[in-house]
């Protein structure tokens, strides 16, 4: 079973260049979730779906998107990178409300240079 | 504004007990999660409460008192592989989580 999976692990990217990080489960969770982590501060929700066709903003979306076109997939894209999304980012997903608990994926370490 | 408060750092010795410290302030309520986070890992899930009083899993306890706005950890028989970071996260009446910026619990032998 594996769960959530993330690729990208690492990358770099030059200011102005766009990515797309995936985000695959298998768990059939409704609920997918994008954060970002940033050194000394909690984990920030940019992006949320609570389901296939359904997406929402969370607390720090600019400078992102997603799509949410099957129930596996959850994709965040970065348009025109920028210093300031340097972070660590997860995906994780949830069976239904977030009353529940979430499995994170493994990461993905993004610096923009 | 919404906040969540845990300390920063903690050190503990191998095989003793430690208590991590959460407090929140959020728009409304409907529980809270305690996550564990290894170095370069992803949070794994340790604990939601949602009424007031002790749960206790094994080695580890999670207390809440609503009316308090806190929350603690409790970990018994400490284990070199606890070193970890613990993450204090609260439901709010829009179903938000707020997240804590975790507290990195040290264990020396």
């Known amino acids: 079973n594996a769960g959530v999976t993330q690729t990208p692990k690492f990358r770099i990217l030059k200011i102005g260049q766009s990515m797309t990080l995936q985000c695959a489960q298998d768990m059939n969770h409704n609920y997918m979730y994008w954060y970002r982590q940033d050194p000394g501060m909690g984990l920030k929700l940019i992006y949320y779906s609570v389901g296939a066709g359904i997406t929402d903003k969370g607390e720090v979306p600019n400078g992102y998107n997603v799509s949410r076109s099957t129930t596996e997939d959850f994709p965040l894209r970065l348009e025109l990178a920028a210093p300031s999304q340097t972070s660590v980012y997860f995906c994780?997903?949830?069976?239904?409300?977030?009353?529940?608990?979430?499995?994170f994926g493994q990461g993905t370490r993004l610096t923009v240079v | 504004g919404q906040n969540i408060d845990q300390p920063t750092e903690m050190t503990a010795t191998e095989g003793a007990i430690v208590q991590i410290n959460c407090t929140y302030q959020?728009?409304?309520?409907?529980?809270l999660f305690w996550y564990q986070q290894h170095a370069g890992e992803a949070p794994t899930f340790l604990s939601y409460n949602v009424l007031d009083g002790l749960e206790e899993k094994g080695r580890f306890s999670s207390f809440l008192s609503r009316s308090k706005g806190y929350s603690y950890l409790l970990l018994k028989e400490l284990q070199m592989k606890d070193s970890a970071s613990y993450l204090c996260a609260a439901l709010d009446s829009n179903y938000q989580l707020i997240w804590g910026a975790g507290t990195k619990l040290i264990i020396k032998p």
């Open positions: 959020t728009s409304g309520f409907n529980g």
């Open positions: 994780a997903s949830s069976i239904q409300e977030l009353n529940t608990e979430a499995f």
